[in-house]
């Protein structure tokens, strides 16, 4: 049987003389010196057992000295934990910091990166009207496939003084309607792009409303366009020629929108370049106004042999207006941009 290797000094100690001596006062034991007077292979268990007995822990004492860490010439000031102290006490400045509250989110860490450019391909509200756009579309062309193929045959010959027209149906006029007013919209969305590319990219309005006000400016020039011929031709042609021509110039209006409509999608989707995207543009522009000089020609000016007349006739009403509508446009930009 192993034998207890820890002894207790003894309190009392007897000399030679036999006088009882009072033995000296140990100093406090560390568990380190207990465990030093165990066996190396002494178990946890044992090792507990002996601090245990050995190491006593002491009541707490704090002090008892007045708190001397305040303003000179001030009282001392109380504890926080006093519950009696009123609320606007007991709060500081740094009370709701998150730094002395860890259960607080302290927000975000570190330095904040630079913010993802705006990109019309990742804009939910233009991605969505594009593709409700181009379904509506599908379904008029669909629709009234028979409509568009007529009008497109009736485009290139003039019709006999005697011939028997066909009517559109509601529907047709309806569809006819939609077709312009789409590319009212393509047209805004191609010019606000080119002025992003400028270095316009902050308006005083939202940018859907920058869109809408330039689709309204297109639909309004597109209007008055149609006034103007009206008017003009009431006073030189017949009314038959003026509504011949009051149905290809919806016509052309309507094939311009679906020339266009390749050039948004890749704008907004594909990265095409401002200069291509131009390009194309203005050739879908130059197309539509040599079918309109040939147009006018045939309704109006073919009889006559007046080619000359042909080429004012369009000047005044096409090419005029083309760049009052330009200078309309960059100047209601210039309005609603933020100019810093």
Same mark, same amino acid.
Not at 47 to 74: F, N, V
């Given at each position: ?10 309190? %009392? ?51 008892? *000295? ?20 009123? *609320? ?42 594009? %593709? ?26 003039? &019709? ?15 569809? &006819? ?66 509504? *011949? ?6 016509? %052309? ?88």
């Amino acid at each position: 049987m192993r034998q207890d290797t820890l002894t207790v000094q003894p309190a %009392l100690a007897a000399g030679d003389s036999g006088q009882v001596t009072v033995a000296p006062k140990p100093h406090e034991l560390t568990p380190k010196e207990v465990l030093s007077w165990l066996p190396a292979d002494a178990t946890p268990a044992q090792q507990d057992s002996a601090i245990q007995r050995h190491i006593k822990i002491s009541e707490i004492h704090w002090s008892e *000295q007045p708190d001397t860490l305040h303003m000179p010439g001030h009282p001392k000031g109380k504890s926080f934990r006093d519950a009696s102290l009123p *609320q606007y006490y007991r709060e500081s400045f740094f009370s709701k910091d998150s730094l002395f509250h860890p259960e607080l989110t302290g927000g975000r860490l570190g330095v904040a990166g630079d913010p993802v450019p705006y990109s019309v391909a990742s804009d939910n509200v233009i991605t969505g009207l594009l %593709l409700g756009t181009f379904i509506l579309a599908m379904l008029a062309l669909a629709k009234s496939r028979e409509f568009i193929i007529r009008q497109a045959k009736n485009f290139f010959y003039v &019709q006999r003084a005697n011939t028997t027209e066909i009517s559109e149906t509601s529907g047709e006029l309806w569809v &006819q309607m939609f077709l312009v007013l789409q590319t009212c919209l393509l047209f805004s969305i191609i010019f606000f792009f080119s002025q992003r590319t400028d270095g316009t990219e902050t308006f005083v309005v939202d940018q859907y409303q920058v869109i809408g006000i330039f689709t309204g400016v297109i639909a309004a020039y597109f209007a008055v366009k149609m006034i103007l011929y009206w008017g003009v031709g009431s006073v030189f042609f017949e009314s038959k020629k003026i509504e *011949q021509w009051s149905k290809s110039f919806l016509f %052309l209006i309507s094939a311009e929108g679906i020339l266009l409509f390749p050039l948004v999608m890749l704008l907004s989707y594909f990265d095409l370049s401002m200069k291509s995207a131009t390009i194309y543009a203005l050739v879908v522009i130059i197309l539509v106004k040599i079918l309109t000089f040939y147009k006018t020609f045939l309704i109006f000016f073919q009889k006559k042999g007046r080619f000359l007349q042909n080429i004012l006739y369009l000047c005044a009403l096409e090419i005029v207006p083309l760049f009052l509508l330009g200078g309309a446009l960059t100047l209601i930009n210039s309005f609603l941009k933020v100019n810093f």
